[in-house]
């Protein structure tokens, strides 16, 4: 006599093959989130450097363009600009370093030369949320001669450049010498001048320089 046997069918282990598929699934749908959402936030966080550095960089340019637009007789920026140009422009009377003109492809004219960086530090004094990690101002002149005059048509050229992370924003403004009174300029130290450059020279107060903006990029 023979004996009949039944064979069982296990589904356990169908059922957990369904749960590890479903959890699979589940944290896969997670992970795009994460994706998604730290993609959406680099996206905001890139927009708003961005703004922060336009805003700055514009803020910093118009504040340049009114102290030189200003005529003011205590800016220092353009006493600055005034003598250095000024001995950039008769360095072969100077024997001091000068700043010379711009020209590219010209031996002691070139970007290394003609080119003076300037970079802001920020003050432990002061506290402000938002601002640019890094704050540099580029600044070079040009003129078809060496020697300067308003009818020759030279030029000043500033360039703010605000960086925060990988994100940067330039703006580069640009500049007419229009007019100058050289009659009354004088480098001999007297009670009615002020020294404001690196290698202590002098000039007359009266000394003006008139810029126009011309525009800017």
């Known amino acids: 006599?023979?004996?009949?046997?039944?064979?069982?069918?296990?589904?356990?282990?169908?059922?957990?093959?369904?749960?590890?598929?479903?959890?699979?699934?589940?944290?896969?749908?997670?992970?795009?989130?994460l994706a998604v959402s730290y993609s959406l936030y680099s996206s905001q966080n890139n927009t708003m450097q961005e703004e922060r550095n336009a805003e700055a960089a514009k803020s910093l340019s118009m504040a340049i363009r009114e102290e030189l637009t200003a005529d003011s007789e205590d800016s220092l920026l353009v006493k600055y600009l005034r003598y250095n140009i000024v001995t950039g422009a008769d360095a072969e009377k100077n024997e001091e370093e000068s700043w010379p003109h711009y020209e590219p492809g010209v031996t002691g004219h070139d970007e290394e030369s003609a080119k003076r960086y300037f970079k802001l530090q920020k003050s432990d004094?002061?506290?402000?949320?938002?601002?640019?990690?890094?704050?540099?101002?580029?600044?070079?002149?040009?003129?078809?001669e060496t020697e300067i005059n308003p009818d020759e048509d030279a030029h000043l050229f500033v360039e703010v450049e605000c960086r925060s992370g990988s994100q940067s924003y330039v703006v580069c403004s640009e500049y007419k010498l229009m007019e100058f009174d050289d009659e009354v300029c004088s480098y001999a130290a007297n009670s009615e001048q002020v020294s404001i450059n690196p290698a202590h020279r002098f000039i007359d107060r009266n000394f003006i320089w008139r810029w126009e903006f011309v525009g800017s990029r």
């Not at 004094?125 to 704050?135: D, E, F, K, L, R």
């Open 1 to 33: 006599m023979k004996k009949n046997y039944s064979i069982k069918t296990d589904d356990r282990g169908v059922a957990m093959m369904v749960c590890i598929t479903i959890i699979a699934i589940l944290m896969i749908f997670c992970f795009s989130l």
């Open 125 to 144: 004094a002061v506290s402000i949320n938002g601002v640019p990690s890094s704050t540099e101002i580029c600044m070079w002149w040009t003129a078809p």
